[in-house]
Structure formats: C-alpha cells, structure tokens
C-alpha cells in the first residue's frame, strides 16, 4: 500500500506544481508596476545594445541572461515589452528551482524530487517575487551548484578545481555575498586538508574570472558610446 499511496502523493504534488505555475504565468503576463528593482536589470540589457540610458550593475550573471533575451527577441519575433521578460524570467526560474530540487532530492534523505521542488515554489517568497525580473532563485541556484561541485567531486582533480573556480565566479557575478559561501566553504578545506595553494589558485582563478566579465560589462555603462547618450 506504501508505494501506491506514494503514487497519489506524487500525482497531488504535480497538479499542484502545475497550478502554482499557471498562476505565476498568469501574473507575469499581467503584471503592471511602474517601477521595481527587476526593471533595472531589463534596462540595464538593453542599455548594453544601446536601447537605453539606464545601466546599473546589480547582477552580471542575470543582466546577462537578459541580454541574450533581448538579442534573441529579434530574430524570434518576439515583443520587447516587459511581459516577454517576465515570462522569460519565470521559465528560468523554473529551470533553477528543477535543478535546485535535483540536488536537494539527491542530499537530503527522505526528500522526493516533487516534494523538494514544491517546498521550494510553494512559499510566499516565490509567489510574490517570481513574476518579477528578480534574481534571487538565480542566486540560490549557483550556490546548489558550488554545493553539488563541493559534494560530489574530488577537489583534487582538474576536473573539481575548475568547477569550483568556476561556480565561485558565477556565485560573484550574481550577487557579490552569495560569493561568502564558496569562499568560507574553500578556506575550511584548506584547512582541513592543508591545501593551501590549491585553495589559493580557486580563489584568485575565480576573482581573475570576475573581474574581466564585470569589467567588461560595466563599460557599458556609458549610453554615448552607443550613440544613445
């Protein structure tokens, strides 16, 4: 009887799933705000194409993401109003949460794929901010990844080095505190397992990774030089 009743479960969570997604889509589309701090991150792509005078480098990684949106819309036919965005903006998100429940399901015992990926959309953090242009389950996901890296493969490898280096410049490109995490995380190995210069050679890999990208991006920050100033 367990598995069957394990059965319905699973059926009851994917109806629900699917309900809260529609809503979520629903509200995406209608969704009409004057201004919120998502909106900059939009404006801040369409700056990079010279569409816009209004940069502000929040998130790299997400105003990134943003940029190949505005960059496919064209070809693709697709409006570049704010609605796109948001529907956009909540497929990603899915596929961060579906990842996310991926890794929660595997490490934490006891915890199905469904009932990991509920939790996370259920709550009223995930409804009231998901149709938004806000990054944060962007954030969480590249720190579930760091921790995947971290778990699952040996730092001693070329393999584990250069994941770490990158999940650590990823976790800096997103938000610059989610970056804490791989850091504290790497230092505590190196103490652990007096790895000091492999610790080193992540961090300083990483940092190298993060300042070129932001460096580049962040010279958009000038409209004149796409004849928009």
């Not at 998100?93 to 429940?101: C, E, H, K, N, S």
């Not at 490109?173 to 995380?185: D, E, G, K």
Request: glycine fraction near 6%.
């Amino acid at each position: 009887m367990q598995p069957a009743f394990r059965r319905i479960d699973e059926w009851v969570l994917g109806l629900l799933l699917v309900v809260l997604w529609a809503s979520v889509l629903w509200a995406a589309a209608n969704l009409q705000i004057e201004y919120y701090d998502g909106y900059e991150y939009a404006l801040s792509a369409r700056t990079v194409l010279g569409t816009s005078q209004h940069f502000t480098l929040k998130n790299t990684l997400h105003e990134s993401l943003l940029l190949c949106l505005t960059v496919l819309s064209k070809p693709l036919g697709l409006d570049r109003s704010l609605v796109t965005f948001h529907f956009a903006n909540v497929v990603l998100i899915l596929v961060f949460f579906v990842l996310l429940a991926r890794w929660l399901s595997r490490f934490v015992t006891g915890t199905s794929f469904l009932m990991a990926l509920f939790l996370l959309t259920c709550n009223r953090f995930s409804l009231e901010h998901t149709p938004s242009l806000l990054s944060d389950a962007l954030s969480a996901c590249i720190v579930g990844f760091w921790w995947f890296v971290e778990l699952e493969i040996d730092a001693r490898t070329v393999q584990g080095f250069w994941l770490r280096v990158l999940s650590m410049a990823l976790c800096s490109l997103s938000r610059l505190q989610s970056v804490l995490v791989p850091f504290f995380t790497t230092l505590w190995g190196a103490v652990r397992r007096r790895s000091w210069w492999r610790a080193m050679g992540i961090c300083f890999s990483a940092l190298f990774i993060f300042a070129v990208l932001a460096g580049a991006f962040n010279s958009f920050n000038h409209p004149h030089l796409f004849g928009t100033g």
